[in-house]
């Protein structure tokens, strides 16, 4: 993938309600989708992936994400967040044939507000 | 299954130091990634080995980094000398299919 972008660099939203997070991206070939999640003073986590099939993929947590082909997009929603959810969220995409290096967007931090 | 570790933590160093960074995979994996995330920066892929060979380099910053995988297990990153621009938090991921797992990442800060 040439680029990947996270349009919203924080997403404030009161728990219990429900939010998306946004994710693009560039490339000319097919591509496999990655979220990947880190809570404060943790590491990265997989929260979900996109490699084939289906394109709407559950992923830990109550996240799911569609993957969308033609708008090139791949939105990563949950339906009611809580507290705990509090963290910095990256997409990142890997290109087929490539040797799966992961390139990824700038995150967005998800802020709950109670 | 243990997960990826790295190790240490956060280390803080003087500008012209040498610091090493190590990672340890999940049993098995032949694949290991380093990444880096400067501050305010977006992750960026440094370098990739299958088993003790590198395969991918493209993403190393210069020739004051130097990464190893003794024999196909752990890798060390070595940064000498460190300059004030190699500050910020390198992950090491592996993965035996196209799913990569983290470890949590050395926070280095160079002064």
């Known amino acids: 993938a040439q680029s990947v972008t996270q349009l919203d660099s924080q997403v404030p939203v009161f728990e219990e309600a429900p939010v998306e997070l946004r994710c693009n991206y560039s490339?000319?070939?097919?591509?496999?989708l990655f979220w990947y999640v880190q809570y404060p003073n943790q590491g990265l986590q997989l929260l979900l992936k996109y490699l084939s099939g289906s394109t709407l993929v559950k992923g830990i947590n109550g996240f799911e994400a569609e993957f969308n082909k033609s708008q090139t997009s791949f939105h990563l929603r949950k339906p009611s967040v809580h507290i705990s959810d509090t963290a910095e969220y990256f997409c990142?995409?890997?290109?087929?044939?490539?040797?799966?290096?992961?390139?990824w967007g700038a995150g967005t931090k998800l802020i709950i507000k109670p | 299954e243990a997960g990826v570790t790295q190790f240490p933590s956060h280390s803080v160093i003087e500008k012209g130091q040498t610091v090493t960074l190590r990672c340890d995979p999940i049993?098995?994996?032949?694949?290991l990634y380093w990444y880096r995330r400067v501050m305010g920066k977006e992750i960026k892929f440094l370098l990739h080995?299958?088993?003790?060979?590198?395969?991918?380099e493209s993403g190393m910053p210069n020739n004051r980094f130097l990464a190893e995988r003794t024999g196909g297990t752990y890798s060390t990153l070595k940064v000498q000398p460190a300059e004030l621009e190699d500050s910020g938090v390198y992950f090491c991921?592996?993965?035996?299919?196209?799913?990569?797992?983290f470890g949590p990442g050395t926070r280095l800060t160079v002064l």
């Open positions: 490339s000319s070939v097919s591509v496999y």
């Open positions: 080995f299958v088993k003790e060979s590198k395969q991918d």
């Open positions: 991921a592996s993965s035996q299919m196209r799913a990569q797992y």
């Open positions: 990142a995409v890997s290109e087929s044939g490539s040797n799966y290096q992961l390139i």
């Open positions: 049993s098995g994996h032949d694949n």
